[in-house]
């Protein structure tokens, strides 16, 4: 019998599995809050009982992936400077104020400093836990945000959206930096025993942007850092929200080796464009779907999700469309499990 890790393993591979295979999408703010702790207490905990706390979640949710320092990417922002709050029970965190008021300021930030941040060495620890407990039996994942989303979180939204449009140079050039950014942060991860990674790049949603600067800036921004790491990882993900079906015939530009989809997009349309060239995961609605439906209503569209994405025909893994709230029952999770676990029966 397959290990979850192999049978994870073969559908990046785009090769048929024996069942679907299925994870989560980050869900460290879901694992601390049913502790009562916020991901700051997380990083104050002496790591191995960190470790156990998420080993011990997935034990009851049974996913093939397990992320190490899940809900964590503004780790990497706290540790070039910008002001991040994590002490909030139920919230991964929050930038307070904007860190860079001219695209120039990059310059002022210190890339060695990602490796003293006590939380990124606190999870470095927790990812070796995990690595050496239950990474051969499951794949060990890491996120961070692209470079497109760390420069806006940098320079605020609102501001950086206007940028896109008055000054494109500077745009990149900042993307230059966060790429740089992106790349440190895993690789110390993957040092640590992680080999799977992904780059979430929420600012690259179809809500927000224009297909023209997709790909102007998300595709340069994604292609960059996938270069920088290289083949050191097992496989390269991308998780953008919203809707990105017009984009979708584009992602494999990138050297990525799957694409994370949100519930916008049909699964259908992401099987006809992606078919052979890269995985693709989806999509279940995080709120209306695992956090507010019952357990069968789950499974039911589970179920459909799968149908859509022609499952069997292999590349395709099960994932909520996007991180979990920290209100969704474990009975939607399992439910969602069970039905990955059973479909191919």
């Not at 994870?23 to 002496?46: A, C, E, I, K």
């Not at 794949?139 to 896109?164: R, V």
């Not at 992680?194 to 929420?202: G, L, T, V």
């Not at 390269?236 to 989809?261: N, V, W, Y």
Request: with cysteine; hydrophobic share 40%; net charge negative.
């Amino acid at each position: 019998m397959l290990k979850p890790k192999e049978i994870f393993k073969k559908a990046i591979k785009l090769e048929p599995t024996p069942r679907i295979p299925v994870t989560l999408l980050s869900g460290g703010v879901w694992v601390y809050n049913r502790h009562g702790m916020s991901l700051q207490d997380s990083f104050d905990l002496p790591p191995e009982q960190s470790a156990e706390i998420t080993m011990q979640a997935n034990e009851e949710v049974r996913s093939d992936l397990v992320w190490a320092a899940a809900g964590c990417n503004n780790l990497v922002l706290r540790a070039v400077g910008v002001k991040v709050n994590f002490h909030r029970p139920g919230v991964a965190s929050d930038v307070a104020e904007p860190f860079l008021e001219k695209a120039s300021d990059v310059d002022k930030i210190n890339l060695d400093d990602i490796q003293n941040d006590p939380g990124i060495n606190a999870m470095l620890e927790n990812t070796k836990i995990l690595k050496k407990n239950i990474g051969d039996d499951v794949m060990i994942g890491i996120s961070q945000w692209g470079p497109l989303t760390l420069a806006g979180l940098m320079m605020g939204t609102e501001q950086f959206m206007k940028l896109l449009i008055k000054d494109k140079p500077a745009v990149h050039y900042m993307m230059e930096v966060t790429a740089q950014m992106v790349y440190r942060y895993w690789d110390l991860f993957l040092d640590a025993g992680a080999e799977y990674i992904s780059q979430a790049e929420p600012s690259a949603s179809g809500d927000m942007i224009s297909k023209r600067q997709f790909s102007e800036f998300a595709i340069p921004g994604l292609t960059k850092t996938n270069q920088l790491i290289g083949d050191k990882p097992f496989a390269k993900m991308i998780h953008i929200c919203g809707e990105t079906t017009k984009f979708l015939e584009l992602i494999p530009d990138t050297k990525a080796d799957a694409i994370s989809l949100d519930y916008k997009v049909h699964l259908a349309a992401a099987r006809e464009t992606l078919d052979g060239k890269i995985a693709f995961l989806g999509h279940m609605d995080p709120v209306g779907i695992m956090a507010m439906a019952t357990p069968e209503q789950v499974r039911e569209d589970c179920t459909r999700c799968i149908r859509d994405a022609q499952g069997e025909k292999g590349g395709y893994l099960m994932m909520p469309g996007c991180d979990i709230p920290p209100s969704v029952p474990i009975e939607n999770i399992q439910a969602m499990v069970d039905v990955a676990y059973h479909y191919l029966d």
